[in-house]
């Protein structure tokens, strides 16, 4: 979530430069009331920003008068609100990428994964900003994986969201989710290939959740010595060790 913040608001810090300079391509009568917003809303007064944004609608259906309301919306967590705004200004300016990013995460927001992912992927597709380009990647990939998280048990239709969020972006936590509902299908190969990916890339999670995966697959095809292997490297860590430790024991025990 953090990524996703960071990125609203730096559009935010964009806009609010771009639509101050271009207010004069406005109805006449809803720049005046539109600055006024801008202004309360570099003062973080989002309430008195939405009583101005709503008095230049009065006089112009403008896409940037929505934009900006659906910005002040958000700040005052009124998603709903948000949403119908940044509809609106999709409707008045189809072609302004800025809104379909901020769209998808009021919807991530709300938790509605697939939505938010739909409206990053708009983003994507047309962005000649490559900072932005891998921030809503980034973003597409968050929104996938949490589709997976809410999957629950259904392992075949986590694996569909998490081979969707790595094509996205190489996310380790999902290849270590990927390598433990390929285990649960006992489809040990692939086990072990998402299980390497996820420490290929490692960023966030530890070596315990690979070594312990990649353990119990090769013990599954019966190579005890690379089983092992990785066995004895995931037994040292907080989450893993105690499971990976009960899995050599057996091996041991079986072996007597």
Do not use: W
């Not at 048990?153 to 433990?180: C, G, Q």
């Not at 290939?193 to 890339?201: F, I, R, T, V």
């Not at 860590?237 to 990976?244: H, L, R, S, T």
Request: positive net charge; aromatic residues 14%.
């Amino acid at each position: 979530m953090k990524k996703l913040t960071r990125l609203f608001y730096c559009l935010i810090g964009i806009f609010f430069i771009t639509f101050a300079s271009y207010a004069q391509t406005m109805d006449s009568a809803a720049v005046q009331p539109f600055n006024d917003g801008l202004d309360k809303m570099q003062k973080s007064d989002y309430a008195g920003a939405v009583t101005n944004f709503q008095k230049a609608l009065a006089a112009s259906k403008d896409y940037r008068i929505y934009y900006q309301l659906g910005v002040a919306h958000e700040k005052l967590n009124n998603l709903d609100e948000a949403v119908n705004d940044f509809k609106n200004t999709i409707k008045a300016k189809p072609d302004f990428e800025a809104v379909y990013n901020d769209l998808g995460s009021v919807y991530f927001a709300q938790a509605k994964y697939q939505d938010a992912a739909d409206n990053f992927q708009q983003v994507s597709k047309t962005t000649k900003d490559t900072v932005l380009k891998a921030n809503v990647e980034y973003n597409t990939t968050l929104a996938y994986f949490n589709l997976a998280n809410a999957a629950g048990k259904n392992s075949k239709k986590a694996i569909e969201y998490l081979k969707k969020a790595v094509s996205h972006t190489n996310y380790d936590f999902a290849y270590l989710n990927l390598a433990k509902n390929y285990f649960l299908l006992n489809q040990y190969d692939k086990t072990i290939d998402a299980a390497q990916n996820a420490l290929k890339y490692k960023k966030t999670i530890s070596e315990g959740g690979p070594n312990y995966y990649m353990g119990v697959a090769y013990q599954k095809k019966n190579d005890a010595k690379k089983a092992k292997e990785y066995l004895e490297k995931a037994k040292t860590d907080a989450v893993y060790g105690k499971a990976a430790d009960t899995v050599l024991k057996a091996m041991d025990t079986a072996k007597k």
